[in-house]
């Protein structure tokens, strides 16, 4: 799915997790038994994955015939999906089984919204530790909890354009490429000199997809593990973003302001941007984009400081807590992590399956694509850091950084006070 840059996270007030958490002393639920059949409800937000998702839910039916599934879309823009999920799930109505992503599992388990599936998965043959990558079983696990099946990932890549490499007489990227590879194809393209509005390259102030994967890289850090305290004053830290701002500075890049006003995946549709880094969820846009379908290709993330840089995030699949059929909700939840339904979804080339042997599908949904770099390293990629906190700590990180992205303020200074502010959140909510 795409997932949109800046996401932010819906606050749960006392009043819902109290709601929410009575839930489980009440026989309220998405779904109920109609003469022997047990009638589930299904949340989605992604209309892209709608025919996919029906394949897989009448893939079930064919050989559960006591079950009916229902699927239910609500629109993801606006935070429409979650103020739905959380009003449904304060008056006992949630889809019996439904997509959730990490910033907002952490909340939605707190609040006793989520079923735990540990004794369903001791019963089954789901080897969550075998099958998937430990980073996505990780990011839906509290307290050895299981509250969700990792159902699809996302990792990063370098997109570039043919014919502006071509025209600039420049070699195209490869797999094996440096972050020095990379300023030296930008230095080329520019001398090159490219179109009037063009750039060799792109960097907005995007967290997930440009400077977290260097920080990690570097041996920099966001969030400790006990998520007290923020590492932006590390220098390690601040040299994986600052390889970005100097970027910006050579001029091979527009402005982080400008990058606000027109994206950087606009941008490279357009023409006017020769390489980006994008999500693999950018992959049906680019793809479906006459413009430039035939022009581009893609390369692994470039390596920095000697090291595959990446970030993977992923979404899940959760069963209600308060289901009036938690067991045929589970029992689904799990099917849906087996290698048939990962298949199905790996196939449609919308998404890249969770499972560790499904992942191939994506990667040749599309010959003509490379798009293998997304999958090849996805064991070695790191979580997106995330806490209770996170949204907000994403608005002021963002806010603190365009000072340094505009070389109003050095980096340090920026990174100083965004530690502070970043701290104080943390300590806020913890208490």
Same mark, same amino acid.
């Given at each position: 799915?795409?997932?949109?840059?800046?996401?932010?996270?819906?606050?749960?007030?006392?009043?819902?997790?109290?709601?929410?958490?009575? =839930?489980?002393?009440?026989?309220?639920?998405?779904?109920? !038994?109609?003469?022997?059949?047990?009638?589930?409800?299904?949340?989605?937000?992604?209309?892209?994955?709608?025919?996919?998702?029906?394949?897989?839910?009448?893939?079930?039916?064919?050989?559960?015939?006591?079950?009916?599934?229902?699927?239910?879309?609500?629109?993801?823009k606006g935070g429409e999906y979650w103020t739905k999920l959380e009003a449904a799930a304060t008056g006992g109505t949630a889809?019996?089984?439904?997509?959730?992503?990490?910033?907002?599992?952490?909340?939605?388990?707190?609040?006793?919204?989520?079923?735990?599936?540990?004794?369903?998965?001791?019963?089954?043959?789901?080897? =969550?530790?075998? #099958?998937?990558?430990?980073?996505?079983?990780?990011?839906?696990?509290?307290?050895?909890?299981?509250?969700?099946?990792?159902?699809?990932?996302?990792?990063?890549?370098?997109? *570039? &354009?043919?014919?502006?490499?071509?025209?600039?007489?420049?070699?195209?990227?490869?797999?094996?490429?440096?972050?020095?590879?990379?300023?030296?194809?930008?230095?080329?393209?520019?001398?090159?000199? =490219?179109?009037?509005?063009?750039?060799?390259?792109?960097?907005?102030?995007?967290?997930?997809?440009?400077?977290?994967?260097?920080?990690?890289?570097?041996?920099?850090?966001?969030?400790?593990?006990?998520?007290?305290?923020?590492?932006?004053?590390?220098?390690?830290?601040?040299?994986?973003?600052?390889?970005?701002?100097?970027?910006?500075?050579?001029?091979?890049?527009?402005?982080?302001?400008? +990058? !606000?006003?027109?994206?950087?995946?606009?941008?490279?549709?357009?023409?006017?941007?020769?390489?980006?880094?994008?999500?693999? *969820?950018?992959?049906?846009?680019?793809?479906? &984009?006459?413009?430039?379908?035939?022009?581009?290709?893609?390369?692994?993330?470039?390596?920095?400081?000697?090291?595959?840089?990446?970030?993977?995030?992923?979404?899940?699949?959760?069963?209600?807590?308060?289901?009036?059929?938690?067991?045929?909700?589970?029992?689904?939840?799990?099917?849906?992590?087996?290698?048939?339904?990962?298949?199905?979804?790996?196939?449609?080339?919308?998404?890249? !399956?969770?499972? &560790?042997?499904?992942?191939?599908?994506?990667?040749?949904?599309?010959?003509?694509? #490379?798009?293998?770099?997304?999958? &090849?390293?996805?064991?070695?990629?790191?979580?997106?850091?995330?806490?209770?906190?996170?949204?907000?700590?994403?608005?002021?990180?963002?806010?603190?950084?365009?000072?340094?992205?505009?070389?109003?303020?050095? +980096?340090?200074?920026?990174?100083?006070?965004?530690?502070?502010?970043?701290?104080?959140?943390?300590?806020?909510?913890?208490?």
């Amino acid at each position: 799915m795409k997932r949109t840059r800046g996401i932010k996270v819906l606050a749960m007030g006392m009043a819902f997790a109290m709601a929410a958490m009575s =839930l489980t002393a009440c026989s309220g639920g998405g779904g109920a !038994s109609k003469g022997g059949t047990a009638a589930l409800s299904f949340g989605i937000w992604d209309e892209k994955q709608r025919p996919v998702m029906e394949a897989m839910v009448q893939a079930y039916e064919k050989t559960h015939e006591n079950v009916k599934i229902e699927i239910q879309l609500t629109p993801y823009k606006g935070g429409e999906y979650w103020t739905k999920l959380e009003a449904a799930a304060t008056g006992g109505t949630a889809p019996d089984v439904f997509w959730i992503n990490v910033l907002h599992a952490e909340d939605y388990y707190d609040g006793g919204i989520l079923l735990d599936l540990n004794d369903y998965l001791k019963k089954s043959d789901l080897d =969550l530790g075998k #099958n998937f990558p430990e980073a996505l079983v990780k990011a839906y696990n509290f307290e050895d909890k299981q509250i969700a099946i990792p159902k699809d990932f996302d990792t990063n890549a370098l997109w *570039y &354009n043919k014919d502006i490499f071509d025209k600039a007489g420049v070699a195209y990227p490869t797999d094996d490429w440096t972050y020095d590879d990379l300023a030296a194809a930008c230095k080329d393209l520019k001398a090159a000199g =490219l179109d009037s509005g063009a750039y060799p390259f792109a960097c907005p102030i995007d967290f997930q997809t440009w400077y977290y994967p260097t920080v990690y890289a570097n041996g920099g850090w966001i969030l400790n593990a006990d998520k007290t305290e923020t590492g932006y004053t590390d220098p390690k830290t601040q040299e994986g973003i600052q390889c970005w701002i100097d970027l910006i500075k050579e001029g091979y890049s527009p402005t982080a302001a400008a +990058l !606000s006003e027109t994206s950087a995946d606009a941008m490279f549709e357009g023409g006017q941007i020769a390489m980006v880094l994008a999500g693999s *969820y950018m992959t049906p846009e680019y793809t479906s &984009n006459d413009a430039i379908n035939t022009k581009i290709n893609l390369v692994e993330f470039p390596a920095f400081n000697g090291k595959e840089p990446n970030v993977i995030n992923g979404l899940g699949y959760a069963v209600f807590a308060g289901s009036k059929n938690k067991d045929a909700a589970a029992d689904f939840a799990l099917w849906l992590g087996s290698e048939e339904a990962m298949k199905i979804q790996g196939e449609s080339g919308v998404v890249i !399956s969770a499972r &560790n042997d499904a992942q191939k599908y994506f990667a040749d949904s599309n010959k003509d694509l #490379n798009l293998a770099a997304y999958t &090849n390293h996805s064991g070695e990629a790191n979580p997106l850091p995330v806490c209770k906190s996170v949204a907000e700590i994403y608005d002021v990180e963002l806010e603190a950084l365009k000072a340094a992205y505009s070389g109003e303020k050095p +980096l340090a200074d920026v990174c100083a006070q965004l530690k502070t502010d970043a701290d104080a959140i943390l300590a806020k909510n913890k208490k």
